[in-house]
């Protein structure tokens, strides 16, 4: 049965985690959160269409643009989750796993022109850089902007 969208207000409460899959797909459940809530001016202070998202697009070679244009031609999860599979560069199950397991590896701990910027922010949330993921990191700063606002 198909899951229908839950629209968030992201003024209010997190998008998905980027652990989340769609279609075999990380990032994708929380690109979606974010690319609706864009639509109904319920964004926050997340950006769709940032670094991380373009890192699915990139991967999927397909643009903003064209996720945006499906995700509101879409009446539920796995409409996009289908539509993500069925456009831009084919990719086998495989692939989808391997890339989803490496990004949710991922830290820019390895690359030496953010390495800065995550040790600064990671220290601010007050993880280890060293032990923690960019998924840690994001999951971390989500539970901390909605822990600090009113109920």
């Not at 850089?129 to 994001?138: A, E, I």
């Amino acid at each position: 049965m198909p899951t229908p969208f839950i629209d968030r207000d992201l003024t209010q409460q997190a998008p998905h985690s980027p652990r989340e899959r769609l279609a075999g797909f990380a990032i994708a459940l929380r690109t979606l959160d974010k690319c609706r809530a864009s639509l109904t001016g319920k964004l926050g202070d997340y950006h769709y269409d940032c670094p991380l998202d373009k890192m699915l697009f990139g991967f999927k070679g397909i643009t903003g643009d064209q996720f945006k244009t499906a995700v509101q031609s879409s009446k539920n999860y796995e409409e996009v989750g289908a539509w993500l599979l069925a456009n831009g560069t084919q990719k086998t199950p495989a692939e989808i796993k391997a890339w989803s397991d490496e990004m949710e590896a991922g830290s820019p701990m390895k690359n030496p022109e953010k390495r800065a910027y995550f040790i600064e922010q990671c220290s601010k949330l007050m993880i280890n850089p060293q032990t923690n993921t960019t998924f840690d990191w994001l999951e971390a700063d989500d539970r901390a902007s909605f822990s600090q606002k009113p109920k």
